[in-house]
């Protein structure tokens, strides 16, 4: 049976501790609304981009694409950006993007790491820390995009990663991210940011054939324009999708960490009043016993 102290003193730590979760549960959840906001009011604008583009490019002979970020090479040189976040306490979001990563380059860029030609930019600190003390070569560390999350930071970032593929410094820029998908369920995302893909028109391929357009000015001018834009916008719309994944999964973890606190809470309480019985039962027999020698 256990002493009655330590079960006290169990019962004010595991309270102390559901205090905390709790705090912490509603905190998240109170960043999670406005990162969901932005996430879901930058989607629609995001996929139109992407359609304008798809639309614009579909339309262009192969030979008329002049984008520099569109041109595909052999990636002996590859650039991997994962996304985490900079704290813990939110389950296995940051282990998930780490164990995704390191498949990705096991799997598909194992040569390239071979031969020291993958490297990556961490955002996030979870991530700075896992691949700074590892052998990997880090370009740049990009932690604290999170303290003040704007498009303007994040095309900052986007402008230096975009600027190295057009000097040739990568031939291809992988982006691992979790997307946002509810409060509970984030979708682990492995993105190809560079180059872009155009799609081409082809014969019998209807779904381009109702789009018709006034161009001012020419078709392969917006093209060359409109491509830098949606980059910003999909690396932005990759941070803020893992931003509001943070969110969920963290306050998703301490909802569950609240409810086991309660759950041990209920334990050590039936433990503690079982413990208490037994020694006031043992009391009571001391003295019965002892009035009972003193009869004697």
Do not use: W
């Amino acid at each position: 049976m256990p002493n009655l102290k330590e079960v006290r003193i169990r019962i004010a730590s595991v309270k102390s501790t559901r205090q905390i979760t709790s705090a912490m549960k509603m905190v998240a959840a109170s960043k999670l609304r406005k990162a969901q906001s932005a996430i879901t009011q930058l989607r629609p604008f995001a996929a139109k981009l992407q359609e304008l583009l798809r639309d614009l490019s579909a339309s262009l002979d192969s030979s008329d694409d002049n984008s520099v970020f569109s041109v595909q090479r052999v990636p002996k040189k590859v650039l991997i950006i994962p996304v985490t976040s900079n704290r813990g306490l939110c389950g296995a979001f940051n282990a998930n993007i780490i164990k995704t990563t390191n498949i990705l380059i096991e799997e598909k860029y194992s040569e390239q790491m071979k031969s020291g030609n993958l490297s990556l930019i961490t955002i996030g600190r979870k991530a700075s820390e896992f691949y700074g003390n590892r052998n990997f070569d880090i370009v740049s560390v990009e932690d604290e995009i999170f303290n003040n999350l704007t498009f303007e930071n994040a095309a900052a970032i986007s402008n230096r990663v975009m600027d190295m593929f057009a000097k040739g410094e990568f031939d291809r820029v992988e982006l691992v991210y979790n997307q946002f998908k509810n409060a509970a369920t984030q979708v682990l995302t492995t993105e190809q940011f560079l180059p872009i893909e155009l799609v081409e028109l082809e014969d019998g391929d209807g779904k381009h054939e109702n789009v018709d357009y006034i161009f001012e000015p020419s078709e392969e001018e917006l093209v060359i324009d409109l491509i830098p834009k949606s980059l910003k916008i999909q690396f932005y719309k990759a941070i803020l999708d893992s931003n509001a994944s943070e969110n969920g999964a963290r306050m998703t973890a301490m909802h569950q960490a609240t409810d086991n606190a309660t759950e041990m809470l209920k334990d050590l309480n039936l433990s503690y009043n079982k413990a208490r019985q037994a020694s006031i039962t043992n009391e009571i027999l001391e003295i019965v016993s002892g009035a009972e020698a003193l009869k004697g």
